[in-house]
């Protein structure tokens, strides 16, 4: 069965720095990878995703994650963060034969002005 | 619909009671998740709809949870003797098809309170 892990409950930092938000999984097969957002009050929301190809996937609002299949790893990153990324985020796999689509209990960023 | 909706946003009920949650999708979306997500925590997978079949129903805790498909469209997931463990926000998502690979569009969700 597939599993993710987010092992960070928050993160914190300033606003302008890098940010990473990390992601480790599980699947028997090939995964295939997704991170989203939620702002409060409101539903989940896509940022990218990796299905296969380039490690490095570009997403929505500047993100980005890279795909270690060594490191059964998919962080999320950002070069320079803004106050308006302050949200929960969420790392999900899914195994290529399988339609179910696993989350991690997330991550909450907050961007310190 | 523009995106997917979930109805009601609230719902506040007594330990014991029946209720239902209903989730209208993506028009033409014809695969169907609901997720629960408890406070500090990531949703949780319940069921998986691929038109009017349950897919993956492995995620339903209990007997006391069912959830329904009838015309491939709108979902309704049901709950028996509503037990105050219940109380979570419900997630309903919907995407375009089986073979998607994987991108979800999630309603507001419908909070569940039982007392």
């Known amino acids: 069965a597939q599993s993710v892990a987010q092992p960070e409950d928050q993160v914190n930092v300033a606003e302008g720095n890098p940010l990473t938000v990390k992601c480790t999984y599980s699947?028997?097969?090939?995964?295939?990878l997704f991170w989203y957002v939620q702002y409060p009050n409101r539903g989940l929301q896509f940022l990218l995703k990796?299905?296969?190809?380039?490690?490095l996937v570009k997403g929505s609002y500047g993100f980005e994650a890279e795909f270690n299949k060594s490191q059964t790893s998919f962080h999320l990153k950002k070069p320079s963060a803004l106050v308006s990324d302050s949200a929960l985020y969420f790392c999900?796999?899914?195994?290529?034969?399988?339609?179910?689509?696993?989350f991690g209990k997330g991550t909450r960023l907050h961007i310190l002005p | 619909g523009a995106g997917v909706s979930q109805t009601p946003s609230n719902k506040v009920t007594e330990k014991g009671k029946y209720v239902e949650l209903r989730c209208d999708p993506i028009?033409?979306?014809?695969?169907l998740y609901w997720y629960r997500q408890s406070l500090g925590q990531g949703p949780e997978f319940l069921i998986y709809?691929?038109?009017?079949?349950?897919?993956?129903d492995s995620g339903l805790p209990n007997d006391r949870f069912f959830a329904v498909r009838p015309e491939g469209s709108v979902s309704t997931l049901k709950i028996q003797r509503t037990e105050r463990g219940d109380s979570a926000v419900y997630l309903c998502?919907?995407?375009?098809?089986?073979?998607?690979?994987?991108?979800?569009?999630f309603g507001e969700g419908s909070r569940l309170t039982v007392l």
């Open positions: 709809f691929q038109g009017t079949g349950a897919a993956d």
């Open positions: 699947v028997s097969g090939n995964p295939y």
């Open positions: 028009s033409g979306h014809t695969a």
């Open positions: 990796y299905i296969t190809g380039d490690n």
């Open positions: 999900a796999v899914r195994d290529y034969r399988d339609d179910k689509i696993i």
């Open positions: 998502a919907s995407s375009l098809r089986r073979s998607n690979t994987g991108e979800l569009f």
